[in-house]
């Protein structure tokens, strides 16, 4: 999700938009403006229709992005910073800097999402009744939608899978009652990926039947979600793994460097094909200046190799490509996870 279109900050949290973001929203849109609207308000005109996809289809993703401002917004104030929220196809993800250390913070961030939810989901049924007494059948229609898709939104995050909001309360509970969070996250992992499989084999049946749409939108969702239960579980058994690991304990320590004053051309034939290194540090005077990769070499022209220093093409170091010999692993593997270059050094 690092790719992201950067919009704004929220209580110092960024809000990206993944790309895949338009291909929901142009569906859902016109989901609601050509089939919902029409079948629960019928007699109004198309652009009409139109007007109340697009804004429900708006308030919607912003009902999500406040789902996971709430998650966000306790998890900093229990100490676990929150760097982002990228909202994407299947609604949003906020980057969590760490896991939880507790069960009883995990589950303090869990149920912020859902309590949000739930909140909106009262607010907008008021709102539809309050419209409907006015006489207002176009934002009693648009509200009531809103209250209805709040409190499916509720519904979907408790179930008790992995990584959904449920999976997560699951878990803090079973990590309460056994002191073990290895366990526990496998508990909630298998729970989480039984559902993916239930809503897969949903899908399927669904098209078998003519329902070829929310078939497919139903196996897409169960593929996600059966992945991230997966993905979570052994990013917890890495980071179990790595738990008072020092990074002095598995660097490299025989590195083999490059100047900043060779040509590429130089780098090329005697490290890169000598070697076969993706990527070679780059020394100035003894101190380490940046990293030239192959994929930097690759972009640039061959007919240029011969006239282009290293230092000219090479990326330059940042504070989260830097790792210290007593910094731990899970330190290392945070910042690998995150460096532009993909590298520490």
């Known amino acids: 999700m690092s790719n992201g279109i950067r919009l704004f900050k929220v209580l110092g949290i960024r809000i990206s938009i993944d790309r895949t973001w338009f291909i929901v929203f142009v ?5 609601l403006s050509f089939g919902y609207f029409p079948l629960h308000l019928p007699g109004l005109g198309k652009l009409t229709y139109v007007i109340m996809g697009v804004v429900s289809s708006l308030i919607l993703f912003m009902c999500v992005l406040a789902h996971e401002l709430s998650h966000s917004y306790v998890s900093n104030r229990l100490g676990l910073e929150i760097r982002g929220i990228t909202l994407f196809i299947f609604g949003g993800v906020a980057e969590l800097s760490k896991e939880p250390e ?24 008021a709102a539809s009744i309050a419209s409907a007494s006015f006489n207002a059948p176009t934002l009693t229609a648009v509200t009531s939608y809103l209250a209805m898709i709040n409190i499916m939104l509720v519904i979907f995050n ?30 909630a992992s298998m729970v989480g990926k039984g559902f993916a499989v239930f809503l897969i084999l949903s899908g399927l049946l669904q098209i078998t039947r ?10 897409f969702i169960g593929l996600f979600l059966r992945q991230a239960a997966e993905s979570s579980y052994q990013q917890v058994i890495m980071k179990t793994s790595l738990d008072g690991v ?22 090329v034939e005697n490290y890169f094909l000598s070697y076969h290194y993706a990527s070679f540090p780059v ?16 972009e640039l022209q061959r007919d240029d190799w011969n ?31 995150t460096s532009k270059i993909g590298r520490c050094v």
């Not at 569906?27 to 989901?31: F, Y």
């Not at 003894?286 to 070499?297: C, D, M, P, Q, S």
């Open 102 to 125: 507790d069960p009883k913070t995990e589950l303090k961030i869990a149920v912020a999402g859902p309590m949000a939810s739930a909140g909106l989901a009262l607010i907008f049924y």
């Open 210 to 219: 003519g329902g070829f749409i929310g078939g497919i939108w139903s196996i």
């Open 158 to 187: 408790m179930i008790p899978g992995f990584p959904l909001d449920g999976g997560r309360v699951l878990r803090a509970l079973w990590w309460m009652k056994t002191k073990d969070m290895t366990g526990a996250t496998r508990a």
């Open 283 to 298: 020394v100035k005077e003894g101190a380490v200046k940046g990293i030239l990769t192959l994929k930097g070499v690759k």
């Open 27 to 31: 569906l859902i849109a016109w989901s």
């Open 246 to 267: 020092k990074v002095s304990e598995i660097m490299s320590k025989n590195v083999i460097t490059i100047t900043t004053d060779l040509s590429v051309a130089s780098v």
């Open 307 to 337: 006239k282009t220093s290293v230092q000219s093409i090479m990326e330059e170091l940042t504070s989260d490509d830097v790792l210290e010999p007593d910094d731990s692993a899970l330190t290392a593997l945070k910042k690998l996870t």
